[in-house]
């Protein structure tokens, strides 16, 4: 089992411009869940889809941010514009229970914007 | 509301040394209660993790911890403890009639030689 994997592992860009960080699953997880983590503020989740249907995005930030996942292999999170406190590093995670069942986390997209 | 709490930001031991890290947590029904950790640049492992039956679980990597229901705790323990324990430990919980795992803030561990 490859895991969960993401893309890019490391974005620099400026501030303004489009981001666009992706995930894959790990097959046959219904659940998948993007996360922030910043200095400040911990882990915090941003939203979560049930196949391929987003369930809760109270934690996305603002109107900046979007996630969309177009079929169960893969998921985008995209801010646009970006801003230099969008600087954090974003995991994605899959599971077959969103409470109970073990997190599978990717190795994380660390975003930086100057 | 609910919450989870980890007291020590950052704990520091010496290798071979006992390890205890805290977690409490506050919710009215008994939750599912993981432990995570994080190796610096890496995304989180589950270590063990905690639904019913025996309130001590063993995980990975030969780490332990305790589900005290009258203290709200979750202890994560580790009798001897390496340099490759160094990282972050988050404690999760998880509640059924809840919409997600709430994570703790995390507690830094560093091992010194």
């Known amino acids: 089992d490859a895991g969960v994997i993401q893309s890019p592992r490391h974005e620099v860009t400026e501030m303004g411009q489009e981001v666009t960080l992706r995930c894959k699953p790990i097959?046959?997880?219904?659940?998948l869940f993007w996360y922030r983590q910043t200095m400040m503020r911990g882990l915090e989740l941003l939203i979560y889809?049930?196949?391929?249907?987003?369930?809760?995005d109270s934690g996305m930030p603002e109107d900046r941010f979007s996630a969309k996942m177009p079929n169960a292999s893969f998921s985008t999170l995209k801010i646009q514009p970006s801003e230099p406190r969008d600087s954090a590093v974003y995991f994605c995670?899959?599971?077959?229970?969103?409470?109970?069942?073990?997190?599978?986390f990717g190795e994380g997209s660390r975003l930086t914007v100057l | 509301a609910q919450s989870v709490t980890q007291p020590d930001i950052h704990i520091t031991v010496s290798e071979g040394a006992s390890l205890e890290l805290r977690c409490n947590y506050s919710?009215?029904?008994?939750?599912?209660l993981f432990w995570y950790v994080q190796s610096p640049g890496q995304g989180l492992q589950l270590l063990l993790k905690?639904?019913?039956?025996?309130?001590l679980v063993q995980g990975i990597k030969g780490f332990e911890a305790e589900f005290k229901r009258s203290q709200s705790s979750f202890n994560l323990r580790k009798p001897s403890v390496h340099w490759s324990d160094a990282a972050e430990y988050f404690c999760?919980?998880?509640?059924?009639?809840?919409?997600?795992?709430?994570f703790g803030p995390g507690t830094s561990l560093s091992v010194i030689p």
């Open positions: 995670a899959s599971s077959w229970d969103k409470n109970t069942g073990e997190l599978f």
């Open positions: 097959s046959g997880h219904d659940y």
């Open positions: 889809f049930n196949n391929n249907v987003p369930i809760d």
């Open positions: 919710y009215g029904a008994t939750p599912y």
């Open positions: 905690y639904f019913s039956g025996d309130t």
């Open positions: 999760a919980v998880g509640v059924t009639s809840y919409d997600k795992v709430i």
